[in-house]
């Protein structure tokens, strides 16, 4: 008789991005000519910049031909002319990644998932509350124990470790791999050189792998501000960093991203010997992935040209200027939030302390525009609410036009 996984059974029946669509699709059946204004999905709006496709046009044409045809890319990895571009850009900002270090994938997302199959099922989590769903549930999927560190008011949602340990059933523990996020999914908050060092002190002197999302980190203006957990001196001891073009360059249907593993950090094997977790990343995605098409890479290429840059950082500017509108419009009408700077999300206080999914509900029957409630991040997202600047500029002005009026009442 087969049997499932029951650590699936653990999860939330519904997807947080499900239950927001079938609310939506409700209103939509009962509402057909309502102009609705979608602000919650992460998902960009602008197509991709000229030079990206002129790139993958011609090497879709490279791929009609006998003497430039592409099959496997033999190492897996990621072709030369990717990885070498990746690695330049990195020292545009002053971290240094070797080429060997990153292997290509097929977004950040994938990887958040499936960095877990290198690491014992035993291993405790640090998720910080709030967070975006893949960081818990892939762990929840492998049946292991988390612990949180609370991200909150206090804070500015930019949790630091706690030097004493983290509370599992009773014991304090330290964690073995930690998830950080920054610019941070979904609060907007972005950590300073200062508290990530904290954070690779904490990982150095417990034994902890950190696993740095920097998906965000094109939003960053700030140059006092990290793009890259790389630039802390000693990360590459203790941190793997995932970074994706979804949010960059547009690819959220093209789907492309990179992972650093680098070949400096090494795990404990339960005889005591130390093992490269490069080599299991290696292995890993060997037998279960077979790299990234040949001309979604030679567009990713594209993006790290000089006019790639200068192009992709012309639509990154159109969404920064629909966070400047959001920001502003909290900050007139006296919201506490978050980002909007050096990120392309808002995370606000949900007026006269509505629970987060009675404002989702507010906002999509009154004013006919989506969001995220904050408690599909975690517990400390519950009275927050989460916008994203990747929208169209006229219909975040109107979407901001209506909360102000509905709020005026």
């Known amino acids: 008789m087969v049997k499932v996984n029951e650590n699936y059974l653990k999860l939330e029946k519904n997807y947080l991005f499900i239950r927001i669509a079938e609310k939506v699709n409700a209103f939509k059946a009962s509402h057909p000519d309502a102009t609705l204004i979608r602000m919650g999905i992460g998902d960009v709006t602008l197509p991709l910049a000229p030079v990206v496709v002129d790139a993958m046009k011609k090497a879709a044409d490279e791929m009609g031909?006998?003497?430039?045809?592409?099959?496997?890319?033999?190492?897996?990895?990621g072709y030369d002319f990717l990885r070498q571009a990746v690695s330049g850009y990195y020292k545009s900002f002053g971290a240094d990644v070797p080429m060997d270090d990153i292997r290509i994938n097929d977004g950040a997302k994938s990887d958040c998932g499936n960095l877990v199959d290198i690491f014992g099922d035993d291993n405790i989590v640090l998720v910080t509350d709030p967070a975006y769903p893949v960081y818990v549930d892939s762990n929840l999927m492998s049946g292991r124990k988390l612990v949180y560190a609370d991200s909150d008011e206090s804070n500015n949602f930019a949790a630091l470790p706690c030097e004493e340990g983290y509370v599992l059933d009773g014991v304090m523990?330290?964690?073995?791999?930690?998830?950080?996020?920054?610019?941070?999914?979904?609060?907007?908050?972005?950590?300073?050189?200062?508290?990530?060092?904290?954070?690779?002190?904490?990982?150095?002197?417990?034994?902890?792998?950190?696993?740095?999302?920097?998906?965000y980190e094109a939003f960053i203006t700030d140059a006092a501000l990290p793009r890259s957990i790389y630039q802390i001196p000693g990360a590459k001891e203790v941190a793997i960093e995932m970074c994706s073009l979804s949010k960059t360059a547009g690819f959220t249907g093209v789907r492309c991203g990179y992972t650093v593993v680098p070949s400096e950090l090494t795990a404990t094997a339960s005889d005591g010997t130390q093992v490269s977790l490069k080599q299991l990343w290696n292995r890993r995605e060997g037998s279960k992935f077979n790299g990234v098409s040949y001309p979604v890479q030679r567009a990713a290429e594209a993006v790290f040209t000089d006019e790639g840059l200068k192009q992709i950082h012309e639509n990154i500017r159109y969404y920064q200027e629909n966070a400047r509108v959001i920001a502003e419009t909290m900050t007139a009408?006296?919201?506490?939030?978050?980002?909007?700077?050096?990120?392309?999300?808002?995370?606000f206080k949900c007026p006269d302390g509505m629970d987060s999914w009675a404002f989702f509900?507010?906002?999509?029957?009154?004013?006919?525009?989506?969001?995220?409630?904050?408690?599909?991040?975690?517990?400390?997202?519950?009275?927050?609410?989460?916008?994203?600047?990747?929208g169209d500029k006229e219909n975040t002005i109107e979407a901001m036009a209506r909360l102000r009026k509905m709020l005026s009442k």
């Open 65 to 77: 031909v006998k003497e430039t045809f592409r099959g496997y890319e033999d190492s897996g990895a």
């Open 173 to 215: 523990v330290h964690p073995d791999i930690i998830y950080l996020c920054s610019p941070n999914n979904p609060t907007g908050s972005v950590y300073t050189k200062e508290q990530l060092a904290a954070w690779v002190a904490y990982a150095r002197a417990h034994g902890s792998v950190i696993l740095f999302d920097a998906a």
């Open 333 to 347: 009408l006296e919201i506490p939030f978050t980002g909007g700077i050096n990120s392309p999300y808002i995370w």
């Open 361 to 390: 509900d507010k906002m999509l029957n009154e004013i006919a525009v989506v969001g995220t409630p904050g408690a599909g991040f975690g517990k400390n997202g519950e009275g927050w609410f989460r916008l994203t600047a990747f």
